[in-house]
Structure formats: structure tokens, C-alpha cells
């Protein structure tokens, strides 16, 4: 069966040999989620992509910090993602955290193109 892309983290599948992302859908949910785990600098010819959100996992758990990274998310979005709105960012509070040192965010989006609406959960 036809994919679109490799889904990732790759892993094997009996039908294609590797998992594929199977409708646009997820091919969108796949990179906004790859945007926002993307250290500015990693990708190669694009030393300006990616979030970093691994960068604010060491930071206080504050207002301030979480408003920067809700800037970060919606400003990278716009550039890469144009056909994308941000809907709203959720933080998980520490007491609802099953690792105290982790962070988990919520960021509801629509696919404006496709009249779409779903919730990315990135965990770290």
C-alpha cells in the first residue's frame, strides 16, 4: 500500500515493509510535532527551524516561560506551517505530571486549508 512519507520514529510494518503515513492528516500532525522537538540549528540548510522545546526543560515552570514558548510555537508555525492556526497551548501542571522534571504540552491546531481540527500531545 502507498504511503506518503515514513512515520516516525520509523518501525517495521508486515504490509510496507516500514510504517508509512497513510493521508495528509498525519503527515501534518507528523512535522508540526517534528517542528516542535527541533533544536534551532539541527536541520541542516535551515539553522532558524524548530521550536526547541527540550531547551525550556531545565527552565522554571512559570508564566514567562511558558509565554515564550507559546511565541516560539505560534511564530515558528507561521513561518513553516502557514496553512496552520494555533488554536490554543496547554500546559500540563506539575501535580498532573507523572515525572515532576518532565514537561507536557497540548497545542490545539486547524488545518485551515482542510477544515480540520486536532490536538498534538508532545511529552518530554
Known amino acids: 500500500?502507498?504511503?506518503?512519507?515514513?512515520?516516525l520514529p520509523i518501525r517495521r510494518s508486515s504490509q510496507d515493509g516500514i510504517a508509512l503515513t497513510k493521508n495528509m492528516l498525519e503527515v501534518i500532525k507528523q512535522n508540526l510535532k517534528n517542528l516542535v522537538l527541533t533544536n534551532p540549528g539541527e536541520r541542516v540548510m535551515l539553522p532558524l527551524f524548530g521550536v526547541g522545546i527540550k531547551r525550556v526543560l531545565f527552565e522554571m515552570n512559570n508564566a514567562k516561560t511558558q509565554a515564550a514558548l507559546i511565541g516560539a510555537i505560534e511564530s515558528q508555525v507561521a513561518k513553516y506551517m502557514p496553512f496552520?492556526?494555533?488554536?490554543?497551548v496547554d500546559?500540563?501542571?506539575?501535580?498532573?505530571?507523572?515525572?515532576?522534571?518532565?514537561?507536557?504540552?497540548?497545542?490545539i491546531y486547524h488545518v485551515t486549508p482542510l477544515q480540520y481540527n486536532d490536538v498534538l500531545h508532545v511529552q518530554i
Open 84 to 88: 496552520l492556526s494555533i488554536d490554543n
Open 1 to 7: 500500500m502507498a504511503g506518503f512519507s515514513p512515520a
Open 91 to 107: 500546559f500540563q501542571s506539575r501535580s498532573e505530571l507523572i515525572d515532576p522534571n518532565g514537561i507536557n504540552v497540548r497545542i
